[in-house]
C-alpha cells in the first residue's frame, strides 16, 4: 500500500512538471524525475491516502464516469446560481443538512466533499465520521434529506468503485 502511494505521487510530481515544463526532451525528463524524486522522499509520509486510490480498470472507469458527472453538475448549477442572482425574486432557503455516505475511505470522503463544495449552492461545513453536513442555497424543508441524499448519490457511486 505504500508502495502504490509512493509511486503515485511519483506519477503525480513527474505529470505536474511535465505540464509546467511543456517539453518531453531527455535533459527535461531526467531533472524532472530527480525533482519529483526528491519531492516524492520529502513528502513520503503524508502520502498514505494516495493508497487508498484503486487502479483496476472499472476503478478508472469510474474516476472518468465521476469526472464527466462532476462536469455536468458543475455547469448545471453555475447555471442554477446565475439564474438566482439575476432574477432575485426567485426564492432561496439556505440550510444544512446531514447526509451520511457509503464511502469508507476518508479520501473518498475528501473527494465528495470537495466535489460537493465545488459546485455552486452547496458547501460541505464538516465531516463527522459517514456523515457530511452540508449546507445548501436552495434546501425546501419537506424534503431536505431526500434531496441531500440525491445530491450525494449523484457522485458516491463512482467514488465507492474507484475508493471503497
Known amino acids: ?29 531526467a531533472a524532472g524525475a530527480i525533482v519529483a524524486l526528491v519531492i516524492t522522499m520529502m513528502t513520503t509520509s503524508r502520502t ?13 472507469g469510474a474516476h472518468l464516469l465521476f469526472f464527466l458527472v462532476f462536469l455536468r453538475e458543475l455547469i448545471r448549477s ?10 432575485p425574486s426567485l426564492p432561496i432557503h439556505p440550510g444544512i443538512v446531514k447526509v451520511k455516505t457509503r464511502l469508507r475511505s476518508p479520501l473518498g470522503r475528501f473527494v465528495l466533499a470537495n466535489a460537493i463544495t465545488l459546485t455552486p449552492g452547496t458547501f460541505t461545513v464538516d465531516i463527522m ?15 431536505a434529506e431526500a434531496a441531500a441524499r440525491h445530491i450525494v448519490s449523484r457522485f458516491e457511486k463512482y467514488l465507492e468503485v474507484a475508493y471503497g
Request: net charge neutral; charged share 20%.
Open 129 to 143: 465520521g459517514d456523515s457530511l453536513f452540508i449546507h445548501w442555497l436552495d434546501m425546501a424543508p419537506e424534503d
Open 48 to 60: 498514505s491516502m494516495l493508497g487508498e486510490i484503486r487502479l483496476t480498470p472499472r476503478a478508472l
Open 1 to 29: 500500500m505504500r508502495a502504490k502511494a509512493i509511486l503515485l505521487q511519483f506519477i503525480l510530481m513527474m505529470g505536474v512538471w511535465l505540464l509546467l515544463s511543456g517539453r518531453v526532451t531527455f535533459e527535461n525528463l
Open 78 to 87: 453555475n447555471l442554477d446560481v446565475a439564474r438566482r442572482v439575476l432574477s
